[in-house]
């Protein structure tokens, strides 16, 4: 377990409660995804770390933010792909909202190469109570790099993303009549 993880997961309160601080300042679901993003691959020491976020019509996930190699500038990604529920390895963790990793790309007919080839991928889904808003997705150039602590790590970091962005929506909705 790399030792960013474990001294994460050792002051995850704390931790956590600095990520809700954060989250709560932002007003738009792109917001939210940077912070997530930003968080994730600082807290984490993650090489690579991106957002995708479902479409209105929820059939779509397309890249919304990026730390690592993808991200051109400050809140800048050097190009975006989507994806369809269901294709890739973000595209199953979404479809069936559980998180999917990958030791070995080379051997994982789910893997989409993104900006370059990466052999380790750990994707989780950004979702509460059912209702999914996203994924959260990390890769790394090592082969089975990501461990269960990787993933507790993020699913926890995502949790704190799908119960703000589950605020925004609601607060876009319109009253029921």
């Not at 397309?62 to 369809?84: C, F, H, T, Y």
């Not at 479809?95 to 080839?117: E, I, K, M, N």
């Not at 052999?119 to 082969?143: M, N, Q, R, T």
Request: hydrophobic share 45%.
């Amino acid at each position: 377990m790399v030792n960013a993880v474990a001294t994460f997961l050792a002051q995850a309160d704390r931790r956590m409660a600095r990520l809700v601080d954060l989250l709560d300042r932002a007003d738009l679901p792109v917001e939210v995804a940077w912070t997530l993003c930003e968080f994730a691959g600082k807290e984490l020491e993650l090489m690579d770390c991106v957002v995708y976020l479902l479409d209105r019509d929820g059939s779509t996930l397309l890249q919304q933010a990026a730390w690592g190699p993808k991200r051109a500038a400050d809140r800048v990604l050097e190009s975006r792909i989507r994806l369809n529920l269901g294709q890739g390895i973000v595209g199953r963790c979404a479809q069936l909202q559980l998180p999917q990793r990958t030791a070995d790309a080379r051997r994982d007919c789910r893997y989409v190469v993104d900006d370059q080839f990466n052999l380790s991928e750990l994707a989780v889904p950004i979702c509460i109570d059912g209702a999914l808003f996203g994924v959260l997705d990390s890769e790394h150039p090592d082969a089975g790099y990501y461990h269960l602590a990787h993933e507790h790590a993020l699913y926890a970091i995502a949790e704190r993303g799908a119960i703000r962005l589950r605020a925004l929506a609601q607060s876009q909705d319109p009253p029921s009549a």
